[in-house]
């Protein structure tokens, strides 16, 4: 009797345990759905508070995503390209852009353009026009390394003297090396503004133009037209025969066309890229070219000639 009243409390201890266990899993349940509607509601008030300002100030963010490899050049406003952000309405017709069949519209204090990009970059230059002769707008011009951290790269531009009314090129101002980002943004004075044909170059050299590759025995003559130097001369170049995998150095040091690569095997198709090299480092690379070194026979040796009825058979090796 003992022991099956044992056996009957210990059952009902267990039945307890998991009853509360059970309680305890549902009301964890019920605080993580609370959790995540709670989470979804701040979501939501966040994106309508978003849509608010942009609706309240007529401007929509468009962005291209991504980051754009260096030398950057923009004369096209109707949607962003890889790597550019726009914070602006519409954008100008024909009539209103500095080239192409656009132009970025400033009209807003809220407007700005603002790209990311891969290299190390040198010079910045755009096109500005206002459409009031007696602005008061200004624009600020910004870089920056990573995003956050802005600095300015010349002092902001002010009045008809900084935002001309005709077409007017600013720059080139010369960029921080370590900068990634590059920013205009524009205070909305007396007048609307049109942004345009911006361009940001590289420090390093820009992609030579392979024009022919002559093959020879073990080696490919490779004949080229430079690209743009960057900030420095260009100092050297290098090349590669599998498609970019590996870059080699060109010795003794060159500037010239054309570069002589050897120690090839005959018959053997290579993917042969070049690059031009400045003192703040490697430029862009051509596409690969395939070329295949080749040579003519050597001379045959003449073993012996059997003369014979009208003829002769001629052994060699």
Request: glycine fraction near 8%.
């Amino acid at each position: 009797m003992g022991n099956f009243t044992q056996e009957l409390m210990e059952n009902a201890a267990n039945k307890n345990a998991a009853i509360v266990k059970n309680r305890a899993d549902e009301e964890m349940k019920m605080e993580d759905v609370f959790h995540k509607n709670e989470i979804m509601k701040n979501n939501f008030i966040i994106n309508v508070k978003a849509w608010m300002l942009v609706l309240f100030f007529g401007l929509m963010v468009k962005s291209g995503w991504g980051q754009v490899t260096l030398p950057v050049s923009r004369t096209a406003w109707a949607s962003p390209p890889t790597g550019w952000t726009d914070v602006m309405g519409t954008y100008y017709s024909t009539s209103f852009a500095c080239s192409g069949n656009d132009g970025g519209k400033f009209d807003a204090s809220s407007s700005s353009t603002k790209v990311n990009f891969s290299g190390i970059p040198y010079q910045l230059s755009f096109v500005v026009k206002s459409n009031n002769t007696s602005s008061t707008s200004s624009l600020a011009v910004e870089e920056s390394s990573d995003n956050s951290s802005w600095t300015a790269v010349t002092t902001a531009l002010t009045g008809t003297t900084g935002l001309p009314t005709t077409c007017t090129t600013k720059g080139p101002y010369t960029l921080l090396t370590t900068s990634r980002y590059v920013k205009l943004s524009f205070t909305k004075g007396s007048s609307n503004m049109t942004i345009d044909d911006v361009s940001i170059t590289s420090a390093t050299p820009a992609a030579p133009t392979i024009t022919s590759i002559t093959p020879g025995n073990g080696q490919l003559s490779v004949a080229f037209t430079a690209g743009a130097i960057g900030a420095s001369a260009i100092t050297n170049y290098k090349y590669s025969t599998d498609g970019g995998a590996t870059f080699t150095a060109v010795s003794p040091t060159s500037t010239s066309s054309p570069i002589v690569i050897a120690g090839l095997t005959n018959g053997t198709s290579y993917d042969v890229q070049i690059k031009a090299i400045n003192t703040n480092g490697d430029g862009a690379a051509t596409a690969s070219t395939a070329a295949t070194p080749r040579t003519t026979p050597s001379a045959p040796t003449i073993g012996t000639i059997t003369p014979g009825n009208g003829q002769l058979s001629v052994a060699f090796t």
